[in-house]
């Protein structure tokens, strides 16, 4: 490894408040710079050239965000590139700074150079690096894991398996090579980065019930087989954040998020294994993703509406705690959608800004319509159908990255309405099965498996729940349904926040007719712990929860 750090004087950081530009994200973040490893190169994701590694990560509004310790800034805009997933593999050009990739929700991988990082909006230009990865529910950088000295790449599929990409030293890669199957067993995979010092970068995975596993790299794009980290309690972390070096010392760390929103330090030792944690910084409960975590991307729909029955219109934030908590109650129309006269669903992003959307069905025309300022032009989505009872906006059901629609019509049909990413307009709808009549309610914002591909529930009269898993086929977008439970029939409304408490699964909400409103957190294998009071009053009175 090569020798180009400069030495530099013990010292530590003051914790800066971030400035409007960051408003979704209250939190600070505390750089704690050791004596630097001389013998060690640059730290990975050092946009500052401080020798630590710096926080790079999108909020809810899609925006890609620095975050220095020192300053921060908003380096990649939505209106100039729609980020699903973030990756900071290092330098992959060979100019001595530091680069971002991007992978947005139809499977475009971008490469994003790190020469204007320290500039508003400089990372927004950006080449198109590969396309047709949305076949990939995770990709990662573990680092060089061929001896080349260039960043390579992980992709694993929803049927879990890992393929390796060698990194190209041009900001491409090469040819994909099948690694391992089995890879659905984890909720998180993390490009670690060489954490036992051998000059290979590493992979860790968690499992859904918090075991944390290290796969060594050996040298040729390979794994070792895994050796247990933690045997339990990592399941308490909604993001493990891998691949950078935070305190300065040339070695390999670990940073995670709890359910609170606070961050930890895990410091690496250099031989695979970790320091205890250190309190790092709070307030981050309401960044969607950080570059390097190990979940799957949540992508749309983060938070609900709410509908009086005169048709005033209401947005609940999610606000990334582990109890659902709902913020920022924001009024978006006053009587302008009555339930006598529309129907309403708030659909997982039909177009590429990566926002959810408003679906209306006027009931007397059938029209199915976007009244999103965006959809101006032309908000007619289809002409639909004046028997449709339901309208669900699910997500990607077809497995090209675009938002979907379903629509069930008063005899039981349902139909997909092909989404085409534009948001003002589908494709031709496709009749898929008779029989939905015998539900009460049809649910769904995203992945409720861990598969990365969005999924539904449905409650029969009688209050039994069915999760129907996502097969990302357009001719068959459901698996045969799978019975979750019954006594669901003491809500009187039933819904999905999308991820409420930032761990990139689906979640769902209910209420009861005396107001009390209960948070389900997702497990991210189809089912849901237990449920959690987030109000024991006050939501009566609405006609519509979505």
Same mark, same amino acid.
């Given at each position: 490894?090569?020798?180009?750090?400069?030495?530099?004087?013990?010292?530590?950081?003051?914790?800066?408040?971030?400035?409007?530009?960051?408003?979704?994200?209250?939190? !600070?973040?505390?750089?704690?710079?050791?004596?630097?490893?001389?013998?060690?190169?640059?730290?990975?994701?050092?946009?500052?050239?401080?020798?630590?590694?710096?926080?790079?990560?999108?909020?809810?509004?899609?925006?890609?965000?620095?975050?220095?310790?020192?300053?921060?800034?908003?380096?990649?805009?939505?209106?100039?590139?729609?980020?699903?997933?973030?990756?900071?593999?290092?330098?992959?050009?060979?100019?001595?700074?530091?680069?971002?990739?991007?992978?947005?929700?139809?499977?475009?991988?971008?490469?994003?150079?790190?020469?204007?990082?320290? !500039?508003?909006?400089?990372?927004?230009?950006?080449?198109?690096?590969?396309?047709?990865?949305?076949?990939?529910?995770?990709?990662?950088?573990?680092g060089d894991m061929n001896g080349d000295s260039k960043?390579?790449?992980?992709?694993?599929?929803?049927?879990?398996?890992?393929?390796?990409?060698?990194?190209?030293?041009?900001? =491409?890669?090469?040819?994909?090579?099948?690694?391992?199957?089995?890879?659905?067993?984890?909720?998180?995979?993390?490009?670690?980065?060489?954490?036992?010092?051998?000059?290979? /970068?590493?992979?860790?995975?968690?499992?859904?019930?918090?075991?944390?596993?290290?796969?060594?790299?050996?040298?040729?794009?390979?794994?070792?087989?895994?050796?247990?980290?933690?045997?339990?309690?990592?399941?308490?972390?909604?993001?493990?954040?891998?691949?950078?070096?935070?305190? /300065?010392?040339?070695?390999?760390?670990?940073?995670?998020?709890?359910?609170?929103?606070?961050?930890?330090?895990?410091?690496?030792?250099?031989?695979?294994?970790?320091?205890?944690?250190?309190?790092?910084?709070?307030?981050?409960?309401?960044?969607?993703?950080?570059?390097?975590?190990?979940?799957?991307?949540?992508?749309?729909?983060?938070?609900?509406?709410?509908?009086?029955?005169?048709?005033?219109?209401?947005?609940?934030? =999610?606000?990334?705690?582990?109890?659902?908590?709902?913020?920022?109650?924001?009024?978006?129309?006053?009587?302008?959608?009555?339930?006598?006269?529309?129907?309403?669903?708030? +659909?997982?992003?039909?177009?590429?800004?990566?926002?959810?959307?408003?679906?209306?069905?006027?009931?007397?025309?059938?029209?199915?319509?976007?009244?999103?300022?965006?959809?101006?032009?032309?908000?007619?989505?289809?002409?639909?159908?004046?028997?449709?009872?339901?309208?669900?906006?699910p997500g990607d059901l077809t497995g090209d990255g675009?938002?979907?629609?379903?629509?069930?019509?008063?005899?039981?049909?349902?139909?997909?309405?092909?989404?085409?990413?534009?948001?003002?307009?589908?494709?031709?709808?496709?009749?898929?099965?008779?029989?939905?009549?015998?539900?009460?309610?049809?649910? /769904?914002?995203?992945?409720?498996?861990?598969?990365?591909?969005?999924?539904?529930?449905?409650?029969?009269?009688?209050?039994?729940?069915?999760?129907?898993?996502?097969?990302?086929?357009?001719? +068959?977008?459901?698996?045969?349904?799978?019975?979750?439970?019954?006594?669901?029939?003491?809500?009187?409304?039933?819904?999905?926040?999308?991820?409420?408490?930032?761990?990139?699964?689906?979640?769902?909400?209910?209420?009861?007719?005396?107001?009390?409103?209960?948070?389900?957190?997702?497990?991210?294998?189809?089912?849901?712990?237990?449920?959690?009071?987030?109000?024991?009053?006050?939501?009566?009175?609405?006609?519509?929860?979505?």
């Amino acid at each position: 490894m090569s020798s180009n750090r400069r030495r530099k004087p013990r010292r530590r950081q003051a914790v800066v408040a971030l400035g409007a530009a960051a408003a979704l994200v209250a939190g !600070v973040f505390l750089m704690m710079p050791a004596d630097a490893d001389t013998s060690s190169g640059p730290a990975r994701g050092d946009f500052d050239a401080d020798g630590t590694s710096d926080l790079v990560y999108r909020n809810a509004a899609g925006q890609l965000y620095i975050h220095t310790g020192a300053a921060e800034t908003m380096v990649v805009d939505t209106d100039v590139s729609k980020v699903k997933d973030v990756l900071t593999p290092g330098d992959l050009n060979g100019d001595g700074k530091q680069d971002v990739l991007t992978l947005t929700p139809t499977g475009a991988l971008r490469f994003h150079t790190g020469l204007y990082a320290s !500039v508003p909006g400089g990372m927004g230009s950006y080449s198109t690096v590969e396309t047709g990865w949305q076949i990939y529910n995770k990709v990662i950088a573990p680092g060089d894991m061929n001896g080349d000295s260039k960043p390579d790449l992980l992709a694993r599929t929803p049927a879990g398996s890992l393929y390796f990409y060698p990194g190209s030293g041009d900001g =491409s890669f090469g040819t994909r090579v099948l690694v391992g199957t089995g890879w659905q067993a984890y909720d998180e995979v993390i490009g670690a980065g060489d954490l036992n010092g051998d000059g290979v /970068g590493d992979v860790l995975a968690r499992t859904p019930a918090g075991a944390l596993y290290r796969f060594a790299g050996v040298s040729g794009g390979k794994l070792a087989a895994r050796v247990l980290v933690g045997a339990s309690g990592w399941q308490q972390f909604n993001q493990i954040i891998g691949g950078g070096d935070w305190d /300065g010392n040339g070695k390999t760390d670990l940073l995670v998020r709890d359910f609170a929103g606070a961050l930890w330090f895990y410091a690496g030792k250099g031989n695979g294994t970790f320091a205890a944690r250190v309190a790092r910084s709070t307030g981050w409960q309401t960044a969607t993703q950080f570059a390097g975590a190990g979940n799957n991307p949540q992508y749309g729909k983060y938070g609900i509406m709410a509908r009086t029955t005169a048709g005033s219109l209401y947005r609940y934030q =999610s606000g990334g705690t582990a109890t659902g908590a709902l913020i920022n109650k924001t009024l978006i129309g006053a009587s302008a959608w009555p339930s006598s006269t529309t129907r309403l669903a708030y +659909a997982s992003a039909l177009s590429q800004n990566g926002l959810a959307d408003l679906v209306v069905h006027t009931k007397s025309t059938g029209k199915l319509t976007n009244p999103a300022l965006y959809a101006t032009a032309d908000p007619l989505l289809a002409a639909g159908s004046t028997s449709y009872n339901l309208v669900l906006g699910p997500g990607d059901l077809t497995g090209d990255g675009n938002g979907d629609l379903l629509a069930r019509n008063s005899s039981g049909t349902l139909y997909l309405y092909p989404g085409t990413g534009s948001g003002m307009a589908v494709g031709t709808r496709v009749t898929l099965s008779a029989g939905w009549q015998q539900y009460n309610a049809l649910v /769904g914002a995203g992945d409720f498996t861990g598969d990365g591909r969005a999924d539904i529930v449905a409650r029969t009269t009688a209050g039994v729940l069915y999760l129907y898993k996502g097969t990302g086929s357009a001719s +068959a977008p459901f698996s045969a349904r799978v019975k979750l439970g019954s006594g669901w029939q003491q809500y009187n409304k039933l819904f999905s926040p999308g991820d409420a408490n930032g761990d990139g699964k689906a979640d769902l909400m209910a209420t009861t007719s005396a107001g009390a409103l209960y948070f389900y957190a997702g497990t991210g294998t189809g089912t849901f712990k237990a449920r959690v009071k987030t109000a024991a009053s006050g939501w009566t009175g609405w006609a519509d929860l979505l």
